[in-house]
């Protein structure tokens, strides 16, 4: 039986983790959770995912700020991030791009696309 | 005891009070213990007798005699309190002495005849023949007041 | 229930748990949206504060989404692209716009309620604010032309003919990835293990970019493919590469529909500049860490607690009566134990304990909705509000707050011509403030109206019959009239304060929680009331007394003194009541025995203790008791709750011994008593 892969999510909203974490729990991931950019560093610190999920309206470092400071570190270069978008916001979809997300998941999230777009990106 | 339990076996517990025996289901009882003294409630119907202390629950108790119209005695150590769930509270049931445990099926039940006095058929919902004795099967929603306004 | 079908990896309840967490959610995002709003309109600067509104709009929206609430994932989109375009600074605040926001959030807690509970709100309710939302959107979107800040830079394509390689049904791909590709762990193995999902496929490498291994650098991109797909769908293989379009190469040849340029969006230029902002000023101070608990452990960690309080109270008084050689020792340990114990209670109690400013904040809404409907101006003022209460007595303190500020604006405050005419500001204030005194928790809700009307109040006394046309009450009694039972000195029954809900409700409501009320007022100035609450509904001071056996608790709150009873000072009143004479009042003399149905052994002549008691509403009586046994901290139990409300017992405590003793109600014993009496009893003489 391989390990399972290790998920992150990063959002501010409880409703919103939840969600993924049952979503992905189901699916065979193992799930970290953080509430905002700022937590999402230090868990990242504790354990490395095999992929991360994370939101971009976030207090305290938000989604963009988040995504720059793991891509900064060379070592994270080849871990996917996915942003959750919705869908009046695609134009943040292409900043969070630029910041260097790897793909995106738009809110509210389709379970089938979202474990898609983790298979898609190796998770 | 019913060597095979089917669905609609109930078990019921029965108890004296006064001369006569009556029962409850048993999944609506919590405890028995014995009695202690109650505080009086004021404006309250003669069978609520008053509260009582159980662990820290402040628990009405009614006295089943008095509520079924028969002769009452004063109650003393050799009463009992048959603790059960009204409609989410728990009441005490101060009775004479617990008697058995019974298992009945539906069709043990007989309704309860038309002589009976419109009190006492409010609350006893059949009756069970088990050997000579006849037991009547309480129905507790009717035990407590009515509500509220009727108790003042 | 069933499986929501976009969820079918999700049980019902999962649903339903996740449904719970949004909805409480709901109510923290939409607290700090009113927040923030507030803190807004104070005039702070402070941009963190805009995004934490924006935030507290776009998670509630996010969760809609996922229950499918449309009206409110309607109207919160729209408030949303509000707050967004304020926060893209194309949208500038200044009052009336803030007016409209806190209006709107206003609406949403509406709709979020509504749709809590499955029901819904009157559109015709929400419609014009909808329209006033949506005119402020408008406003800035006619001065963008809708393109942002896009470039197109058109990528030259080669439209091979239908000869090209691979079959006509099928597609060639030219695929060529950038070295962001990678930079962004995007990986072309798996891009191409997608394109296998989809069909059959032939993968060319093109090797030619690659440098010699020493020339070879690790984040550069050498690589790039030739897939022939035996799929024609263009765009299912567009989606494949949906995320990598940007950074990559991509030609498909061999669309049976006309190519379309592929726009390379190159990144938009300037966007208005929003980096993170590392703000100290956080709406709501957070000091230390906190954690979730769930509300019923707490409250049966209070329930122990309690019992553990009664409990220790037994073994003291057990060990009293045990002889003991050791006697000082086991006093010290025992009152050792003792105040353990009291200090488990009071930490336990302080967990429980919150600040009233959630209370205080239903308030600014409420003031806002009685400015609207009386169209006065009033300003809410609040004090103290991080005084703490626990939260058995919070739960009840927004009915009577609603009900005094209601008052004090349909009343006290004039209107704004009213006001100017006799030199006031137009505006109004209200002022609620919330501190601790004496043990207990002090609210006052004061306004600078007109005060009371002391020559209406009186004559309306009159004409209900609370007083006689010939009493010659003092000002502080007239002003307490209007606590009396159905005063109500508005002849039109307004839709505020009507329905019966006049101050003699909001007394009845405070006394049920074992407080008192007071009013004082200055003509012309406005009006304080003063209210009084016990800590908490858990714990009571009491006074235990002996009656006809029994034990019974009279709250200290109610007690005024207890005296020996002098049987020349007793006079006979009809066949069953008598009245005693105290500095020179007549007070109702009740024999507590009977009123409480307790048989006894003694007569009322041999009784000689009383205590002297007094109900909130002023009205007094002097209780015979067999023996006073001195003050105690109680533990309260509800009888409510394991039996029924019984007149004259307000709950019920369980004492050192054992034994269940009722905490009398004085209002309600007098009450009781009252109705035996032929002739009302003196009310308003409160000495």
């Known amino acids: 039986m391989s390990t399972p892969k290790t998920i992150l999510t990063v959002d501010d909203s409880r409703t919103m983790r939840d969600m993924l974490l049952m979503t992905l729990v189901d699916a065979g991931y193992d799930v970290v959770q953080a509430e905002d950019g700022e937590d999402g560093l230090v868990k990242l610190g504790d354990r490395r995912p095999d992929a991360i999920i ?70 | 005891m ?44 003669a069978y609520v007798r008053g509260v009582i202390n159980l662990r820290g629950t402040v628990l009405p ?86 509500s509220q306004s009727q108790a003042a | 229930m069933t499986r929501d079908s976009r969820y079918p990896t999700l049980s019902a309840d999962a649903m339903a748990s996740i449904r719970a967490v949004f909805f409480e959610e709901c109510e923290e995002n939409l607290s700090a949206l009113e927040t923030g709003l507030l803190a807004l309109q104070e005039g702070a600067e402070d941009w963190e504060i805009i995004n934490t509104v924006f935030r507290a709009v776009h998670s509630i929206k996010g969760g809609a989404s996922i229950f499918s609430l449309d009206a409110l994932i309607d109207f919160a989109h729209l408030f949303e692209s509000a707050l967004s375009q304020v926060r893209a600074r194309e949208l500038a605040l200044d009052g009336g716009i803030i007016k409209t926001l806190l209006k709107a959030a206003d609406a949403l807690t509406d709709l979020v309620r509504a749709a809590r509970v499955g029901q819904e709100v009157d559109p015709a ?125 991509l030609e498909i040849i061999g669309e049976t529909k006309p190519l379309l340029p592929q726009a390379e969006i190159a990144p938009a230029a300037a966007t208005p500049v929003e980096a993170p902002v590392a703000s100290n000023s956080q709406a709501a101070a957070n000091p230390g860490q906190t954690i979730r608990v769930d509300l019923e452990r707490v409250d049966r960690m209070i329930d122990l607690v309690s019992e553990l309080v009664i409990n220790q109270s037994i073994l003291i008084q057990r060990m009293a009566a045990e002889p003991l050689s050791n006697r000082a020792e086991v006093n010290a340990v025992l009152e050792d134990l003792d105040k353990l114990t009291r200090e488990i209670q009071d930490s336990v109690m302080a967990i429980r304990a919150q600040p009233v400013k959630a209370v205080f904040q239903r308030m600014s809404r409420l003031v806002r909705e009685v400015e609207a409907m009386t169209g006065k101006s009033v300003q809410l003022v609040t004090e103290g509000d991080a005084t703490e209460v626990d939260r058995t007595v919070i739960e009840r303190l927004s009915d009577p707050l609603t009900h005094m500020i209601r008052n004090a604006i349909d009343h006290g405050i004039e209107s704004k011509e009213q006001r100017l005419a006799v030199g006031k500001l137009a505006q109004g204030t209200v002022r609620i403030a919330a501190s601790h005194r004496g043990g207990r928790i002090v609210i006052e809700v004061s306004d600078d109206g007109a005060g009371i009307n002391r020559e209406r109040v009186r004559a309306i006394a009159v004409e209900r019959g ?64 003063t209210l009084s609450l016990p800590l908490t509904l858990a714990v009571m001071d009491g006074m235990l007394v002996s009656v006809g056996g029994h034990s019974l608790v009279a709250p200290l709150t109610t007690l005024i003194e207890s005296f020996q009873v002098n049987a020349a000072d007793v006079r006979r009143l009809g066949p069953s009541s008598a009245i005693l004479t105290i500095r020179g009042a007549p007070v109702p003399l009740l024999d507590l025995a009977s009123v409480m149905g307790f048989a006894s052994d003694q007569t009322e002549s041999g009784r000689r203790v009383a205590l002297l008691v007094e109900d909130d509403a002023g009205g007094r009586a002097a209780l015979l008791v067999d023996e006073i046994l001195g003050q105690q901290q109680v533990v309260i139990k509800s009888l409510e709750a394991n039996y029924r409300n019984v007149p004259g017992v307000a709950a019920a405590t369980i004492l050192g011994d054992g034994r269940v003793a ?25 000495a």
């Not at chain 3, 014009?128 to 896009?150: K, M, Q, T």
């Not at chain 3, 109705?675 to 009310?683: C, L, N």
């Open chain 1, 54 to 123: 994370t939101d971009i309206n976030m207090p305290k470092l938000d989604g963009f700020g988040f995504i720059e400071a793991v891509r900064a570190d060379p070592a994270n270069r080849s871990l996917p991030i996915l942003v959750l978008t919705t869908e009046s916001e695609m134009d943040r979809k292409e900043r969070a791009r630029m910041a260097g997300a790897t793909g995106w998941i738009v809110k509210p999230f389709n379970p089938t696309k979202l474990l898609d777009a983790l298979r898609r990106v190796g998770a």
């Open chain 2, 2 to 45: 019913a060597d095979t339990q089917t669905i609609d076996t109930r078990e019921l517990i029965s108890f004296r009070v006064a001369d006569q025996e009556y029962c409850v289901d048993i999944m609506s009882v919590r405890e028995i213990r014995g009695w202690t003294p109650a505080t009086s409630l004021p404006a309250s119907p």
């Open chain 2, 61 to 146: 108790v009614v006295d089943l005699a008095e509520r079924l119209g028969l002769p009452t005695s004063v109650p003393s150590e050799r009463h009992v309190i048959v603790v059960v769930w009204i409609d989410g509270q728990l009441v005490g049931l101060l009775v004479d002495a617990v008697c058995d445990i019974l298992a009945v099926t539906q069709d043990m039940l007989q309704p309860t005849p038309d002589i009976a006095a419109q009190d006492v058929q409010a609350f006893v919902e059949a009756l069970i023949h088990v050997e000579e004795r006849m037991i009547g099967l309480i129905n507790l929603d009717h035990v407590l007041p009515a």
């Open chain 3, 125 to 249: 309710v929400v419609a014009p604010l909808i329209d006033e939302l949506a005119n402020l959107v408008a406003v800035v979107a006619e001065d963008d032309d809708g393109f942002g800040d896009l470039a197109f830079t058109p990528v030259p394509v080669t439209l091979d003919s239908l000869e090209g390689p691979g079959s006509s049904t099928g597609l060639t791909l030219h695929f060529r990835p950038a070295a962001e590709l990678y930079a962004k762990a995007n990986d072309p193995v798996l891009l191409l293990q997608e394109l296998e999902r989809l069909g059959a496929m032939e993968v060319t490498l093109d090797r030619s970019a690659l440098p010699m291994l020493g020339d070879l650098q690790a984040d550069e991109s050498y690589l790039a493919w030739t897939i022939v797909h035996s799929v024609g769908d263009a765009d299912a293989v567009r989606e494949v590469f949906e995320f990598v379009q940007g950074d990559c190469q």
């Open chain 3, 466 to 529: 609370v007083i006689t046309a010939d009493a010659n009450p003092s000002s502080e009694e007239i002003d307490n009239l209007i606590f009396a039972a159905g005063f109500s000195t508005s002849e039109a029954v307004t839709d505020l304060s009507g329905r019966g809900v006049g101050m003699d409700v909001v007394r009845s409501s405070v006394q049920a929680l074992g407080g008192r009320i007071s009013v004082t007022s200055v003509e012309g100035r406005g009006s304080t009331f």
């Open chain 3, 662 to 686: 009722l905490i009398l109600d004085v209002s309600g014993i007098l009450a009781l008593q009252r109705r035996t009496f032929a002739t009302p009893g003196p009310q308003t003489q409160a």
